[in-house]
């Protein structure tokens, strides 16, 4: 791991070559007109405008050529400060550069130049682009001028540079694996789920497979909660847009929301989130705080109006399912109740085998009235509440101002996937404002009607980028008790075993083993492989010396050793396994 100076000089190199690029885009198509150019986390960026030529997969090759050229001529880089009267002339012709240059300040000002290529720029930047040389141009795509859809669509192009060819080859080999493991190619590949345009964008449809998926989570997940007191309840995929007025999501969220349907004097939308519903469930009944805690939990069908261009397969997108809950308690069960719901998450992150995840407090920020609820005295109570249960759970957490949910603080946990994406699984929210909103109540000790306080939470988030996860966490190897098929019975020679293939496929499927027989007429080699393909977690081969013992030969996935067992010991094996949702 990178310490924060390497980190910090690995920005600047790759600032650098962000410009090296830039050059070389220059070189190529000198009609060339340059937004800004960052680096992000996978590298860099550059935004350009190219007027009518666009940018394809073979020219990344031709501009890498260029940029290698420029590289080895070593010029220097050099820094200028400039007035902002010079800059505007300077940059007379280029209306981006114009845009940003009337933003800036006088003797704010700074251009960086090497060789023929001069652009503005903060800074800082290495010394001379031969220390450049390491680089490799990723991908490209379109990208609206100051991310705003009604502005001109601009090509971005990514590109990542690295001190030394080892390091560049190592990240290489990362980028290759995480495209092996991307769960779009997976999902396909395994018949997880699939998109059409004619459904709509980024609504996804589950297949058989994604659905026993889909359907095995979900049950996991109820059964924890049943067990730990939560009542389950089913709500409507669509509310009044009153219920949202209610609850402030209208005020707060609507830029997000689908657009309200009118229908008989009435208008409609399609719920972003399950709170309001749950909120009126709870009001519908009388409380005492005897009754106290209320844990009403749902597996919910949402929808959001994400960007086209922010979807991303099952990770991100407009219809998604939630395991949501939402828990009334008392002030002083919020402390308890808290630390339940984080063991439930570290509960069920020991059976999926997840080691590598952080806690992170998300905050308001203070200085952003619009974003969030008033009230500055349920804030500072609810976000030191939180603090003081985390402080004595020891939990180590980090705190990220700007974070919060706009109705309260809440607790994410943040999982880093196996291709080196930080994703939010879970959340715990602290809640006041809400229950003041529906003016929700119950019953106290003294007879007086007064106000609980709801915990929002969700374990495995939404069940679609769970299960995103899980296939890039797996790649694809999903664990037994979750995979759609757990055991292929192959006969060797159809014609001679399937009699008994089917045999042993009816006592597996009699005893919840989700298995089938591949009898078709294709080489045994080749059905070996179709099974291996669609990593099914045991393959069972069915010869002659299986049917005259009634034994099975396994082989699991991924690996070559094959084991002869009787029927009873091979059900027993998987039972176990199953059982104890092993993690192999």
Not at 84 to 100: G, I, R, S, T, V
Not at 360 to 378: A, P, V
Not at 486 to 491: A, E, F
Not at 530 to 545: H, N, R, S, Y
Request: aromatic share 10%; glycine share 6%; charged share 30%.
């Amino acid at each position: 791991m990178r310490n924060f100076k390497e980190e910090e000089s690995l920005n600047t190199l790759n600032h650098s070559c962000a410009h090296v690029m830039a050059q070389a885009v220059k070189h190529l198509y000198p009609q060339a007109k340059f937004w800004v150019g960052p680096v992000v986390e996978e590298g860099f960026y550059y935004d350009i405008d190219l007027g009518d030529v666009t940018i394809t997969d073979d020219d990344l090759p031709k501009i890498e050529k260029e940029m290698k050229k420029i590289c080895k001529d070593g010029k220097r880089i050099v820094r200028r400060e400039v007035s902002k009267e010079e800059a505007l002339e300077m940059f007379k012709d280029d209306e981006y550069k114009l845009d940003l240059i009337s933003n800036l300040e006088d003797g704010s000002i700074s251009v960086y130049s090497q060789g023929d290529f001069t652009d503005l720029c903060r800074g800082p930047h290495m010394d001379t682009v031969k220390k450049c040389r390491f680089h490799k141009l990723i991908k490209h795509s379109g990208a609206y001028w100051k991310g705003d859809k009604n502005n001109k669509v601009l090509q971005r192009i990514y590109g990542v540079c690295f001190p030394t060819k080892e390091e560049l080859d190592e990240h290489l080999e990362a980028l290759e694996e995480a495209k092996q493991r991307d769960h779009r190619k997976l999902g396909r590949e395994l018949g997880i789920f699939m998109f059409a345009d004619l459904v709509g964008r980024g609504l996804p449809m589950w297949l058989p497979n994604g659905f026993i998926v889909r359907r095995l989570l979900s049950d996991y997940i109820t059964d924890k909660e049943i067990s730990l007191g939560y009542q389950h309840v089913m709500t409507p995929s669509l509310g009044n847009v009153n219920l949202y007025k209610t609850s402030g999501h209208w005020a707060h969220y609507k830029d997000d929301m689908f657009p309200a349907m009118e229908v008989e004097d009435e208008a409609y939308v399609l719920r972003p989130m399950n709170c309001p519903h749950h909120m009126m469930i709870y009001r519908n009944s009388l409380h005492s705080y005897r009754d106290l805690p209320v844990r009403l939990a749902e597996i919910a069908n949402d929808f959001r109006f994400e960007a086209s261009g922010a979807l991303t397969g099952i990770e991100r997108t407009r219809a998604f399912t939630q395991n949501d809950s939402h828990i009334f308690c008392r002030p002083d069960q919020i402390k308890e109740e808290f630390k339940g719901v984080a063991k439930l998450i570290l509960d069920v992150y020991k059976d999926f085998g997840f080691e590598n995840y952080s806690f992170r407090l998300s905050l308001r920020d203070k200085n952003d009235t619009e974003k969030y609820f008033g009230n500055d005295e349920l804030w500072e109570r609810s976000e030191a509440e939180l603090r003081e249960v985390l402080n004595e759970m020891g939990v180590d957490y980090y705190e990220a101002e700007g974070e919060a949910a706009f109705y309260g603080p809440k607790l994410d946990v943040q999982v880093r996937s196996a291709i080196g994406h930080d994703v939010t699984l879970s959340t715990i929210q602290l809640d006041y404002q809400l229950p003041e909103r529906f003016e929700l109540t119950y019953v106290d000790r003294d007879g007086q009607k007064v106000r609980p306080v709801v915990i929002h939470r969700a374990i495995l988030g939404s069940l679609d980028r769970f299960v995103a996860f899980l296939l890039e966490e797996t790649k694809g190897n999903l664990p037994l008790w979750l995979a759609p098929t757990q055991v292929k019975v192959v006969p060797v020679n159809p014609d001679l075993h399937d009699d008994y293939s089917q045999e042993v496929n009816s006592l597996l499927l009699a005893n919840g083993i989700r298995s089938s027989v591949d009898n078709r007429d294709e080489k045994l080699g080749y059905r070996i492989r179709e099974a291996q393909v669609k990593k099914i977690p045991f393959q069972l081969v069915m010869g002659d010396k299986e049917k005259e013992n009634g034994t099975v030969t396994y082989r699991r996935f991924g690996e070559r050793k094959q084991t002869t067992v009787t029927q009873e010991e091979f059900l027993t094996l998987l039972k176990e396994e199953i059982k104890n949702k092993t993690i192999k």
